[in-house]
């Protein structure tokens, strides 16, 4: 069964400043898709970036990249010049194969300090 | 209008009650889901559906049922509530064929359950 594993429930970051997420995940699939949601306190789940596993080239959206190393199974969300509306809970998810299921981790919640 | 529709927004009921959440899309999805969300455990997949004529057990599906009314509705049910069942539920749907399935889920804003 596919995994994915948040090891930071906490994070902070100071405004302006820039942030890494971290996320690993477990699969025996080759193609797959690797999700970052942000939900800010509204509970909307907001699709921040995705990856295709395929891809080699990192995808990145505006400030947000992330850093996908396959062969480790890292999937981590780099956030650049850090601003308050980024303070959230984030999550890291994962869907592949005929699973055609998002499994998420547990969460990181940020905390942008001005 | 929002394109994935729960209702209700917030919901507190007794242990005991029947309580239904549902969900409808304007998206034209065939793929729908049903989420829990519990502080520090993330979302965990209570039921899922590919079409109307196929449901399917998530990782959490004891103590709910769910009902796909048509393609664009999608309801679960709790017939019996207790407290642990407290928690924020989504829904969500996906289109696309093969991998495209998996490219991104579209989600309702959720419904706050308080079991008491």
């Known amino acids: 069964a596919q995994t994915v594993t948040q090891s930071q429930p906490e994070m902070s970051v100071q405004e302006a400043e820039t942030v890494t997420l971290s996320c690993t995940y477990d699969?025996?699939?080759?193609?797959?898709?690797l999700f970052w949601y942000k939900q800010p306190p509204s509970r909307q789940m907001i699709l921040v970036i995705r990856?295709?596993?395929?891809?080699?080239q990192n995808a990145t959206e505006n400030r947000f990249s992330v850093n996908f190393q396959k062969a480790a199974k890292s999937f981590s969300l780099k956030i650049s010049d850090s601003q308050l509306g980024d303070a959230a809970m984030y999550f890291c998810?994962?869907?592949?194969?005929?699973?055609?299921?998002?499994?998420f981790g547990k969460g990181t919640l940020l905390t942008v300090n001005p | 209008d929002a394109d994935v529709t729960q209702t209700p927004r917030n919901r507190i009921t007794k242990t005991g009650k029947r309580i239904m959440l549902e969900c409808s899309q304007t998206?034209?999805?065939?793929?729908m889901y049903w989420y829990r969300q519990d502080p520090g455990l993330g979302l965990r997949l209570i039921y899922y559906?590919?079409?109307?004529?196929?449901?399917n057990k998530g990782e959490i599906s004891d103590g709910y049922s769910v009902s796909r009314q048509a393609q664009a509705k999608f309801s679960l049910s709790l017939e019996s509530a207790i407290p642990n069942q407290t928690a924020l539920y989504f829904c969500?749907?996906?289109?696309?064929?093969?991998?495209?399935?998996?490219?991104?889920?579209?989600f309702g804003s959720g419904t706050q359950l308080s079991v008491l």
């Open positions: 998810a994962y869907s592949g194969g005929s699973n055609y299921k998002l499994t």
């Open positions: 990856q295709e596993a395929y891809k080699q």
């Open positions: 969500a749907t996906s289109g696309g064929q093969g991998l495209a399935v998996n490219e991104k889920l579209f």
């Open positions: 699969t025996s699939e080759s193609d797959y898709y």
């Open positions: 559906s590919f079409d109307v004529k196929d449901i």
């Open positions: 998206k034209g999805h065939d793929r």
